[in-house]
Nanobody
């Protein structure tokens, strides 16, 4: 059974940092692309970073240089490191697995975690 479990969200001041974790099970990083998305109230789900099955990492322009994707094959965990956070980064952050060919479109990602809330205060 494929499972993704996010953690690491919380309240942080503007300019601060967080590390989000996504523990995965039921598949390997060779099977599916893994991506991070976020969704703020009233907004569409936004693709942030994608790690494809070839080991390449992609970033949305809105977070390039501030967010960094990493993975730990031993722990079967992927991370999203958030730096220089802004109030507009406030959202629920999700990790997802699936076919990443259409990223940043979330439509082909069939497996999702429950999300972790990030709140950035000004």
């Amino acid at each position: 059974e494929v499972q993704l479990v996010e953690s690491g969200g919380g309240l942080v001041q503007a300019g601060g940092s967080l590390r989000l974790s996504c523990a995965v099970s039921g598949f390997t990083f060779d099977d599916y692309a893994i991506a991070w998305f976020r969704q703020a109230p009233g907004k569409e789900r936004e693709g942030l970073s994608c790690f494809d099955t070839s080991g390449r990492t992609y970033y949305a322009d809105s977070v390039k240089g501030r967010f960094i994707f990493s993975s730990d094959n031993v722990k079967n965990t992927v991370y999203l490191h958030l730096f220089s956070l802004k109030p507009e980064d406030t959202a629920v952050y999700y990790c997802a697995a699936g076919d990443g060919s259409a990223w940043p479109d979330p439509v082909h990602f069939g497996y999702w975690g429950q999300g972790t809330q990030v709140f950035v205060s000004s």
